[in-house]
Antibody, heavy 120, light 107 residues
Framework: QVQLQESGPGLVKVSETLSLTCTVSGGSISNYQWSWIRQPPGKGLEWIGHIYNSGSTNYNPSLKSRVTISVDTSKSQFSLRLSSVTAADTAVYYC??????????????WGQGTLVTVSS | EIVLTQSPGTLSLSPGERATLSCRASQSVSTSYLAWYQQKPGRAPRLLIFATSTRATGIPDRFSGSGSGTDFTLTISRLEPEDFAVYYCQQYGSSLTFGQGTKVDIK
């Protein structure tokens, strides 16, 4: 079955750019959308954004000015860049396969998550 | 932005009991775009229910969802030991938001 795996630095300095990649295996990257979601330690879930195979994106308005999500279908990967990070961006970052239809929307499955700590 | 408020914050129940979790939206949500997820400590969330009442693949039928408009409910008919976890509702439409979660713990 399809599996997702996040990768990237676990430590990022304040004001720098957080960069993560999600590798999709066991299934096609086509016909789905792909999302990033984060969870600060001990807190709830926050949607960051998603990307369609066409390359069009949809971002959380609260993060939109700092977020870029891209996809590389040839590598079955999609990526997240979050600029000008602060301590508030410290979180477990999840990637997730997404399906958006006329009568449904879901995230399934999710990657295992990767903790990114922002430190000065 | 639609705010989802889940209640109660914590639900303390015994195995075999019925759990009823509430998700209330600040504005009307399409039934097509309301989902529920389960998260266990140190694990990624897992999709339980989408489109308000459709169980995801492999989800046992003790889990059910219902609701419309601004009020949605996740019901676990008889709690199994593996059901003690945190549950999140999520809407898509006016942007995308999650509720703050309801923790179901063992009484």
């Amino acid at each position: 079955q399809v599996q997702l795996q996040e990768s990237g630095p676990g430590l990022v300095k304040v004001s720098e750019t957080l960069s993560l990649t999600c590798t999709v295996s066991g299934g096609s990257i086509s016909n789905y959308q792909w999302s990033w979601i984060r969870q600060p330690p001990g807190k709830g879930l926050e949607w960051i954004g998603h990307i369609y195979n066409s390359g069009s994106t949809n971002y959380n308005p609260s993060l939109k000015s700092r977020v870029t999500i891209s996809v590389d279908t040839s590598k079955s990967q999609f990526s997240l860049r979050l600029s000008s990070v602060t301590a508030a961006d410290t979180a477990v970052y999840y990637c997730a396969r997404t399906k958006i239809g006329s009568w449904y929307f879901w995230f399934d499955p999710w990657g295992q998550g990767t903790l990114v700590t922002v430190s000065s | 932005e639609i705010v989802l408020t889940q209640s109660p914050g914590t639900l303390s129940l015994s195995p075999g009991e019925r759990a009823t979790l509430s998700c209330r939206a600040s504005q009307s949500v399409s039934t097509s775009y309301l989902a529920w997820y389960q998260q266990k400590p140190g694990r990624a969330p897992r999709l339980l229910i989408f489109a308000t009442s459709t169980r995801a693949t492999g989800i046992p039928d003790r889990f059910s969802g219902s609701g419309s408009g601004t009020d949605f409910t996740l019901t676990i008919s008889r709690l199994e030991p593996e059901d003690f976890a945190v549950y999140y509702c999520q809407q898509y439409g006016s942007s995308l938001t999650f509720g703050q979660g309801t923790k179901v713990d063992i009484k």
